[in-house]
């Protein structure tokens, strides 16, 4: 047996990698002729590599360690819990401290009478369970047809048949036999690549208007619930225009369709409140939570959910769960990770002190030759790559080689960003220091002035 530890040499490990590892969202012929990146150990805002590279990780893992790594704290609470109590199941009328405990404080922390929480080990659990959840409160209620959910192209909830089926993926939907029935996409308020000569005002009004125009045309009593991002993430970070939110509110409230707020990226803190739907100012029936819930220590996700929904649900035996819903370990490890959020104020921290000075810091890239918009929400932000500013242009090659160029060029500088099509976005800890946000953007910098040097060479600088 090969004993595998961070002492073998970089290209045995990465060997050993490709034989036997296959990756998520990866082309695993590709990766193992090139060799993954491989990450031993990791402190605050910094990975450690292989070779002794120290890494600026602005996308807290996959948006996910909002309180950085190498928080003792949490692993202590982890081998606590182990010792205790390491698993049982919360099925057979049974319960234990850390999901009684973690569900009280979860219901305290969401807004509005989001009092009741339904445990997942992932994101895309919780929204399959949310994609049963909302069709037996309508069928509960007498109301049956009530089973179609509107989600948007571009949306990501998940990577389950369920949860990729809600998702707008279009990749995603041409393998194994996605979407599932019943589910409708409508369009994404993303101005500056789809809003033509609209101003942004104008556009987000209309892209939410599909919303009611989808209700209308597949018809009211048929249409269940409504699900969104406040912001999208994996789409690439777009913030809708103002006008969007208030508008999805009202045809929400107009048709008695369930809001569901996939809080997955925007919970806790990442958007400078608690949760995304007060930055935006909208009131969801049901919320999905996970990444920044346990800050990625333990695989832990749910859904919070009002008290109308939660008390019919209570009505019926909802034949759904997990072996590991409300899994011990993940919760005491979630609630320690919430006891330091508070107690050390970081959501506040966040909000006063390192969002206005990252938006000021974000806003200077917009001036780079490259960057056609700088957008930005709490700690959650996105550059638009193009060859024409003043036209908004996509690039004439296929979307996401320019991107791919520049990621290349951050991870080569020691800076995480990831790249969505042509768009590069970031999602940094939320414990990161003015003075690292001043790295992050140096490297940034550097890391675009090396893409345009190379897109130039390449001869892809040029307009669709
Ligand atoms: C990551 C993500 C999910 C899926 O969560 P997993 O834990 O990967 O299953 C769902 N919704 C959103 C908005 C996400 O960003």
């Given amino acids: 047996m090969t004993v595998i530890t961070n002492h073998l040499p970089t290209e045995e490990l990465q060997a050993l990698d490709a034989a036997h590892h296959m990756h998520p969202f990866t082309t695993g012929s590709e990766l193992a002729s090139k060799g993954a990146r491989v990450i031993a150990r990791a402190e605050g805002v910094w990975l450690t590599d292989s070779e002794g590279n120290r890494i600026l990780d602005a996308m807290a893992g996959l948006w996910c360690v909002n309180i950085g790594y190498g928080r003792k704290e949490l692993a202590e609470a982890a081998a606590r819990q182990m010792t205790e109590l390491p698993y049982y199941n919360t099925f057979f009328q049974t319960t234990h401290v850390p999901a009684i ?3 009280e404080r979860l219901a305290e922390l969401a807004p509005g009478d989001l009092n009741n929480v339904f445990f997942a080990s992932s994101g895309s659990e919780a929204n399959d369970t949310n994609i049963r959840m909302v ?3 309508w069928a509960e209620k007498g109301k049956a047809s009530k089973k179609t959910i509107i989600a948007r192209w571009n949306g990501y909830h998940g990577s389950s048949v369920g949860s990729g089926s809600l998702g707008g993926m279009k990749g995603m939907h041409a393998q194994g036999g996605m979407p599932i029935p019943d589910v409708h996409h409508i369009n994404q ?3 500056w690549a789809e809003g033509g000569d609209m101003t942004p005002e104008d556009f987000g009004r209309a892209r939410a208007q599909e919303l009611e125009a989808a209700i209308l045309g597949l018809g009211e009593d048929t249409v269940a619930a409504f699900i969104a ?4 993430g994996a789409g690439g970070v777009i913030v809708p225009p103002d006008s969007y939110w208030p508008e999805i509110q009202r045809i929400c409230d107009k048709y008695e369709i369930l809001l569901i707020a996939d809080e997955v990226i925007t919970g806790f803190g990442r958007t400078g409140t608690w949760f995304g739907c007060q930055t935006m100012g909208i009131r969801p029936h049901i919320m999905t939570i996970a990444k920044g819930l346990s800050s990625g220590y333990q695989p832990i996700g749910a859904s919070i959910v009002c008290d109308e929904v939660a008390s019919v649900i209570a009505g019926t035996e909802f034949n759904h769960g997990y072996t590991y819903s409300g899994h ?3 919760c005491a490890v979630a609630l320690e990770n919430l006891r330091l959020l508070e107690d050390e104020d970081i959501v506040t921290r966040v909000h006063n002190e390192t969002m206005p000075y990252l938006h000021t810091r974000w806003a200077e890239m917009a001036d780079h030759p490259l960057v056609g918009e700088a957008t930005i929400v709490g700690l959650m932000g996105s550059l638009a790559l193009t060859p024409d500013k003043a ?5 004439a090659s296929d979307a996401g080689t320019v991107g791919f160029i520049c990621r290349e060029r951050c991870f080569a500088n020691n800076l995480i960003m990831r790249h969505v099509g042509d768009r590069m976005i970031i999602s940094p800890p939320l414990v990161i220091s003015k003075a ?6 140096d ?3 550097l890391s675009l002035n090396e893409g345009l040097a190379a897109i130039k060479a390449q001869g892809l600088y040029v307009a669709a």
């Fill in 189 to 191: 308020p993303n101005w």
């Fill in 443 to 445: 490297r940034a910098w």
């Fill in 328 to 330: 011990p370990v993940a």
């Fill in 436 to 441: 690292e946000i001043d790295t992050l953007i």
């Fill in 229 to 232: 991002e406040p912001v999208q």
């Fill in 135 to 137: 069709r037996t409160y």
């Fill in 101 to 103: 405990a973690l569900a």
């Fill in 391 to 395: 036209r908004r242009a996509a690039f």
